[in-house]
């Protein structure tokens, strides 16, 4: 399961047709990061770089030039090494590249300074991602000025610094069905994994084991690495939005909330679920987790074709604040409520985010002042929650510490919405008949 190369070439040409005339692009892949000492992090294609050429190698530059005779799509990558090789992997190598790529021209890296130089020559218009790394910064600028003592022999120079960003990240907003094929894959593993630690879980182990099976299932079924960092918590934990340490005993009588997702071939996916440590939510439980799963379904039916892009996030707070006033946890007016953001210790965030080869993808959600509207081709995740800290004297004992958190990954279609994550279970009935069949 890839995406052709082809796609790439169309991406590609599409957005050569966005940039201004007389112009270059220019996009570099991601540096490689020391963990500690010569041990490097796990290296991780750049996004944007990764989205035009399916290339995953570090030291590379792509270079746009639209117009171009010699070739319009240019890349420098790192040559043929068989010692390097011997030692870290098999290289692509300029040759190659060419013909599995689809790129028109491919050099050495170490011939960047000598060439791209050259590419900018007659070029009044620089696109790329101005100010996301000072060297690459510095990089751009020495090319600029080699150009420049080109130019002296006549034509133009480049003289304007553009934005890259918002022609290509509106271009990943839309997904393709090869995309959408990738991220139902990666949600299909991730649902694996959260059925998995469902049926593992039990009183007295620690947070820690149920992410290991999680990512047990993520590489055994394909995926390199979790799509960010595995939310696991027990109890009081669940009430913390961005709990990483994942260290803490899980408790009888606890709520576990697990959020995680697994990277396919660099397609995310990001699901939550809330689950009963023992197999059977309590009476407390159960009432706030059906707020939140009607939150989420009436959410999940506001993502439609023309919908503001703000509507799952109004129908999740009207359906969480109906919730909470029926069990007298918030009082007054539930309009009141809504317009002055009183429900706001319960549930803090907004309902979803963009998804795509970022976890928290790219694309603007409105249009000047307005919401934009769902198109077909976005997806979205839809992610309620009420927490309700242990400390919140507001309300009584039996309610605090309960933290309730429900995920999915929406797809925009033509007609409404998919959801890309059915794999895993919803319903209170559903999740204790699968934790009881272990």
Not at 125 to 147: C, N, P, Q, T
Not at 294 to 303: D, G, L
Request: hydrophobic share 40%; proline share 5%.
């Amino acid at each position: 399961m890839n995406i052709d190369p082809r796609e790439y070439s169309r991406r590609r040409a599409a957005l050569m047709e966005k940039l201004q005339p007389g112009s270059v692009a220019l996009l570099a892949a991601a540096p490689e990061r020391v963990r500690s000492r010569d041990v490097h992090h796990a290296y991780r294609q750049d996004s944007d770089f990764f989205y035009l050429t399916g290339f995953a190698e570090a030291r590379a530059l792509l270079a746009l030039v639209p117009g171009r005779e010699e070739g319009e799509v240019v890349l420098f990558c790192q040559p043929k090494d068989p010692q390097k090789e011997l030692w870290e992997g098999i290289l692509l190598g300029p040759d190659a590249a060419v013909e599995s790529l689809g790129v028109d021209q491919a050099y050495p890296i170490d011939e960047i300074d000598k060439i791209v130089p050259e590419l900018m020559a007659g070029r009044e218009r620089i696109h790329y991602r101005v100010g996301l790394d000072a060297d690459f910064d510095e990089k751009v600028m020495s090319w600029v000025r080699g150009a420049r003592e080109k130019a002296r022999h006549g034509g133009p120079a480049p003289g304007q610094f553009l934005l890259l960003d918002d022609l290509l990240h509106e271009m990943r907003l839309f997904k393709s069905e090869a995309e959408i094929g990738l991220m139902e894959e990666a949600a299909r593993i991730s649902a694996e994994g959260h059925r998995r630690i469902m049926q593992y879980c039990r009183p007295g182990i620690f947070e820690y084991e149920l992410e290991a099976e999680l990512l047990h299932t993520f590489l055994h079924n394909g995926s390199r690495a979790a799509a960010y960092g595995s939310i696991v918590g027990a109890g009081a934990n669940g009430c913390i939005l961005h709990y990483v340490s994942n260290d803490a005993r899980v408790e009888d009588g606890d709520l576990v909330l697990v959020d995680a997702g697994c990277e396919f071939r660099h397609y995310a996916a990001d699901i939550t679920r809330t689950f009963p440590a023992n197999g059977r939510f309590s009476a407390e439980q159960r009432e706030i987790y059906q707020i939140v799963l009607q939150a989420q379904a009436a959410a999940i039916e506001a993502v439609q074709p023309g919908a503001s892009c703000d509507a799952p996030q109004q129908a999740a707070v009207a359906a969480i604040v109906d919730g909470l006033l029926q069990l007298g946890l918030l009082s007054g007016a539930a309009g009141e409520i809504i317009e002055t953001e009183a429900y706001k210790p319960f549930y803090m965030h907004r309902v979803g985010h963009w998804l795509g080869i970022d976890v928290h993808d790219v694309g603007s959600y409105r249009n000047g002042d307005d919401w934009r509207a769902f198109e077909p081709g976005m997806v979205t995740t839809i992610e309620p929650g009420i927490y309700i800290a242990p400390d919140n004297e507001d309300v009584a004992p039996r309610w605090r510490g309960i933290g309730v958190r429900i995920e999915d990954d929406v797809l925009v279609t033509s007609d409404g919405n998919r959801i890309l994550s059915e794999g895993v279970p919803r319903g209170m009935e559903e999740i204790e008949t699968l934790m009881a069949a272990a």
